[in-house]
């Protein structure tokens, strides 16, 4: 079956300007998750998702990031007001719906490289 | 809270020969390991996964972890090497019993270069 899928799998942008980025998990995946990846610096975790609702939102790094997931399947990640510290990319996550056994893998989709001029 | 630290940010070494990609965490719980792979422009891929029973752990393209708690390590090895395994590898752990769902922390990751 299809993976987890990102758009777009490049983004240049001005700072100041908003984007959007888009993630599509597998389906049937209830668990979703927001990373930023970061040059020399490894997954930084920003945001996850159970269903719709965002149980924990701790690492996203200002409030001009934001998120939502609809009808439990695609989630936006947003970025207001680009800087170029913004610069990185951001990867999806998918899993199956935590808490029914120890361990869900996590399946990732292939990023998007967002640059911010 | 958790930390990983991966202790060489590059790794070269030349093909057939084994390596070490080494790994310590820092954590006030229990926690599961994994080892992620990332081959160039492509997402990151599973490669290997401690929760629980024996230390040693095989995972995938002939990679093997171990568990060591009084180290806090959890080195990934391969005795030989192909071309195909360059990539970067990151370390990662989830606090046991986390109950706001299940966060991973991801080490800086280990870029591994194989040499012909």
């Known amino acids: 079956g299809a993976g987890v899928s990102q758009s777009p799998s490049n983004k240049v942008t001005e700072k100041g300007k908003d984007v959007e980025l888009r993630c599509d998990p597998i389906s049937g995946h209830t668990a979703l998750y927001w990373y930023r990846q970061s040059l020399g610096q490894g997954l930084e975790f920003l945001i996850y998702?159970?269903?719709?609702?965002?149980?924990?939102k701790s690492g996203l790094p200002s409030d001009r990031f934001s998120a939502e997931r609809t009808g439990g399947s695609v989630s936006t990640l947003t970025i207001q007001r680009t800087q170029q510290e913004d610069s990185a990319v951001y990867l999806c996550a998918s899993s199956l719906g935590t808490g029914q056994k120890p361990y869900n893998e996590q399946f990732f989709g292939p990023g998007t490289r967002l640059t911010v001029l | 809270a958790q930390s990983v630290t991966q202790l060489d940010s590059q790794v070269p070494v030349f093909e057939e020969a084994p390596v070490e990609l080494r790994c310590n965490y820092s954590?006030?719980?229990?926690?599961?390991l994994f080892w992620y792979v990332q081959y160039p422009n492509q997402g990151l891929q599973l490669l290997l996964k401690y929760l629980s029973g024996s230390t040693l752990v095989k995972g995938i393209n002939g990679f093997e972890a171990e568990f060591n708690k009084s180290q806090t390590s959890f080195h990934l090895r391969k005795p030989s090497v192909h071309i195909s395994d360059t990539a970067e590898y990151f370390c990662a752990v989830s606090p046991r019993g986390y109950t706001g769902g299940f966060k991973t922390i991801f080490g800086a990751g280990t870029r591994l270069f194989v040499k012909a």
């Open positions: 998702f159970q269903g719709n609702s965002a149980p924990d």
């Open positions: 954590s006030s719980v229990s926690v599961y």
